[in-house]
């Protein structure tokens, strides 16, 4: 039986420290998919359209990796793809009880499916997608930060926005 796990977020956008838990996650896992949980609580700068496109690029060079979207809950898109496991990353204690909190309710929806968490890597421990929006939006360095795909999206985004 293949081991299928599935990468939910935001994704808003993509950055190297998704990317960097998702390349990890797929070393381990037969198949990930990175799923675009949309969350009516977050305004996000990228449509569901756009970042999944974004996405795509970015993980392109991955091959057991697919990318989709999802209105629901977390648990069922796990189900309706075969699988077994969730992978999130962590960043700081603050996500620790974050991820708490998102793992007790998962259990107690769907208890088949495991959730597992990848440890970031120090050079990314800082890094979030509001960050690297905030960069972008005064025109600051974010080319460690994201892919090129990204960095360009994030420069039309807000040379839009201003013009
Ligand atoms: P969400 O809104 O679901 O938290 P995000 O897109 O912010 O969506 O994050 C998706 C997942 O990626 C989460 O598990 C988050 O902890 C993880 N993640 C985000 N940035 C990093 C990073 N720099 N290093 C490791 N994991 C990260």
Avoid: W
């Avoid at 996000?44 to 359209?49: A, C, G, I, K, N």
């Avoid at 600051?140 to 985004?157: N, Y």
């Amino acid at each position: 039986m293949s081991k299928i796990a599935i990468c939910p977020g935001s994704f808003d956008p993509i950055t190297f420290g998704h990317l960097d838990i998702i390349q990890r996650g797929a070393n381990v896992f037969d198949e990930v998919y990175v799923v675009i949980v949309n969350n009516s609580a977050k305004n996000s700068l990228f449509s569901v359209e756009e970042r999944l496109e974004l996405i795509t690029e970015a993980t392109k060079h991955m091959p057991n990796v697919k990318v989709d979207f999802y209105q629901g809950l977390t648990v069922d898109y796990a189900e309706s793809v075969s699988a077994n496991a969730i992978i999130r990353g962590l960043r700081a204690t603050s996500d620790f009880e974050y991820e708490m909190q998102g793992t007790s309710m998962n259990r107690f929806l769907n208890s088949r499916i495991e959730s597992f968490f990848i440890m970031t890597k120090n050079q990314y421990s800082f890094l979030s997608s509001s960050i690297v929006k905030e960069v972008a939006k005064y025109g600051g360095d974010i080319s460690e930060l994201v892919p090129p795909v990204v960095q360009e999206a994030l420069s039309k985004k807000y040379a839009q926005q201003k013009g």
